[in-house]
């Protein structure tokens, strides 16, 4: 039981690079999110998705593209790179409103972008 | 707007030496609270949810109240292995199932 897995582990990119991080859930959880997390800000959250289909910006939504393929998977994409979004990347997921076992977080995606 | 304040951001303890982490919110309708703890190079993980004020969760040396304003993460003789960051999260009736999640207090508890 893998939980919520999360590809690449680390990646370093050039400013103006694209690139899409991978996420996938084995719970049969209906919810999943985007979180990103920097030294002094905390977790931030990028964008969301509720249910399969449907998909809502977070606090920090701009740069980013999100695709919610199916129940399992949500992907977050870097359509052109900039330094300022060097950061470790988190996606988790929830049964519902998460409120009895939380959510599940990967392990994180470590971008650096050049 | 929603909003998380913790505090200490950081704090070192000895093992054994209790003492409390403190979550400040300011939310409309708070729907949860959250902690959890992350280790280094990790993703956080899940520890307990608080619904309403007056309300305690106990897991082993950790001990999580809520109040209308704040919870307190609650650490009795701590010991190494509890080093670790701490972080708090809300989440509001209208945002739906998001979480708006505080810096964190980071703990270090020598032998």
């Known amino acids: 039981n893998a939980g919520v897995t999360q590809t690449p582990k680390f990646q370093v990119l050039k400013t103006g690079q694209s690139m899409t991080l991978q996420c996938a859930q084995d719970?049969?959880?209906?919810?999943m999110y985007w979180y990103r997390q920097d030294p002094g800000m905390g977790l931030r959250l990028i964008y969301y998705s509720a249910s399969e289909g449907t998909t809502d910006k977070g606090e920090v939504p701009n740069g980013y593209n999100v695709s919610r393929l199916n129940k399992r998977e949500f992907s977050l994409r870097l359509e052109s790179a900039a330094p300022s979004q060097t950061s470790v990347y988190f996606c988790a997921s929830s049964e519902d409103n998460g409120s009895i076992y939380g959510y599940t977080f990967g392990s994180g995606t470590r971008l650096t972008v050049v | 707007e929603d909003q998380v304040t913790q505090s200490p951001e950081a704090l070192r303890l000895q093992e054994g030496e209790s003492s409390s982490l403190n979550c400040s919110y300011t939310?409309?309708?708070?729907?949860?609270l959250f902690w959890y703890r992350q280790d280094p190079g990790k993703g956080p993980e899940f520890l307990f949810t608080?619904?309403?004020a007056g309300e305690e969760k106990e897991k082993e040396r950790l001990k999580a109240t809520l109040t209308k304003k704040e919870s307190f993460l609650h650490i009795t003789a701590p010991k190494p292995e509890d080093s670790a960051t701490y972080l708090c999260?809300?989440?509001?009736?209208?945002?739906?199932?998001?979480?708006?999640f505080g810096k964190g207090t980071t703990l270090s508890v020598s032998s």
């Open positions: 939310v409309s309708g708070l729907r949860g």
């Open positions: 999260a809300v989440q509001a009736w209208q945002a739906g199932t998001a979480l708006i």
């Open positions: 719970m049969n959880h209906n919810s």
């Open positions: 608080l619904y309403s």
